[in-house]
């Protein structure tokens, strides 16, 4: 029997031409004919970011369909880690590793920041037309949406936001050092690491810094009675509990209460949930913060968000000045090692990792996890050569947002539920027990 041997010495296939989040081509690929566009793409594609990409859409999958049935592998009600709380911070860390080989030679800085911001701007706009609340779901066969409560912020508006100043920095924020070593890495690229402290200061600032005054909010009770007025009492100041910290105020302030998301995470805590970590009705002590909007993927948690961004790109910069796979595996070990140790050094000592803050300990242990599976992916697929293996999530990866886009955001089954016989009822999904 055959015993396939993985040589570290030998060196990398080229890295020039990987798609960001979005399938985008190289700058440069455009001075060529399209035929050789795409087999320079082919050639020049890493192929274990493809993987572990279509590996993260199994995963958002898989926690998408089976999270009310395994609440365990759903979002952590509010502090802890579970499989769902990685999927965001896998997506954003790719974008980084991406936006490194994309921007790999640039020939005019002012051409390639155009298209940037053109592609962040495209990427928010789908955003707020998939998650503004335009699509009412598969139990309603109606769309539209009301303006004055159209929530603003989500998943591929987070994405957008952190593509965008990643590119930026990569674009603008590196110098002309030659790279020999990994000091001399951190020195071309100490304006980037200058930039990510800046924003983790900015937000740890405002995070334990600012005042939570009192607040109020309202809920419906009926279309024909009057809402029901909630107070919450905060008045402090660092609180990171669900009701008065300073993600929510900034959101509340920025936003505004009516463009929030309506069905918070921490709706499923045991204080608001009697079948907690699941949603369900309330218990008959529970705070009047229960059935407060709060938006997961709000302002000031977007800050670490990009930081998330800017750690990928450090990954994709050892793929660039690095071409042997042994100093690679070995970089990247180091900074996810370091990475984790000090999210969970964080957490023990009263630094929660919680997702819907997007906590400074949370960035730490999410995007060090996804540089060891990134590691163990390319170590697999790129050094040993097991691709046929994953060869699905390969091509899952490569169309991870037309898959985003149909599936997570139901847009497949407003579809289908769209086709029925006789009544609405009537249809597919119905059938197979999905939208009853």
Known sequence: MAVRICKFTSSAPPNDAVSVATAYSHPEATALPLSKVRHHQQQQRLVSLDVFRGLTVVL?????????LVPAINHAPWNGLTLADLVMPFFLFMVGVSLSLVYKKLSCRAIATKKALLRGLK??????????????GIKELTFGV?????????????????????????IWLKGDETVTSGSSLLRKYKRQLVMAVMITVTYLSLLYGLHVPDWEYQVSTGPSSAPKTFSVKCGVRGDTGPACNAVGMIDRKLLGLQHLYRRPIYSRTAQCSIN????????????SWCQAPFDPEGVLSSLMAIVTCLVGLHYGHIINHFKDHQNRVL?????????????????????????????????????????????????????????RPTIVLEWMGKHALAIFVLIACNLLPVILHGFYWGKPQNN???LIGIGK
């Open 428 to 430: 597919v999904l119905t």
């Open 276 to 287: 907690s970590p699941d949603y369900g009705p309330l218990p008959a002590d529970a705070p």
């Open 60 to 68: 958002m999958i898989l926690v998408d369909e089976a999270g009310g």
């Open 123 to 136: 990427l928010l706009a789908l955003g707020l037309f998939l998650q503004g609340g335009f699509f009412h």
């Open 331 to 387: 970089h990247w070990t180091i900074s996810s090692t370091s990475l984790v140790v000090l999210g969970l050094a964080l957490d023990l000592f009263g630094m929660h990792i919680n997702k819907a803050l997007y906590t400074f300990s949370y960035m730490c242990m999410t995007a060090g996890s996804a540089g060891i599976i990134f590691a163990g992916i390319y170590l697999m697929v790129d050094v040993c050569g097991y691709r």
């Open 146 to 170: 009301d303006i004055a409560k159209m929530r603003w912020m989500g998943i591929l508006q987070r994405i957008a936001i952190g593509y965008l100043v990643a590119a930026l920095c990569e």
